[in-house]
């Protein structure tokens, strides 16, 4: 297993919604390759969520 989470407090959010902790979960095949391209987008992803929200 592989997880990515992302803090509440970074996560634009609307006017009366409730904000939860973003959690992503990869299950990995420990016969197959990882997914690599998978693992990048995600990390990118994150990334420009953290730098978006510093501005």
Excluded: C, W
Excluded at 16 to 21: A, N, S
Excluded at 41 to 54: F, H
Aim: proline share 5%; hydrophobic share 35%.
């Amino acid at each position: 297993m592989l997880g990515f989470v992302t803090d509440k407090s970074i996560i634009p959010h609307t006017v009366g919604t409730k904000h939860k902790d973003r959690l992503e979960m990869i299950q990995l095949d420990p016969n197959a390759d990882l997914p690599v391209e998978m693992i990048i987008a995600n990390l990118r992803e994150q990334i420009q969520t953290y730098e978006t929200s510093k501005q």
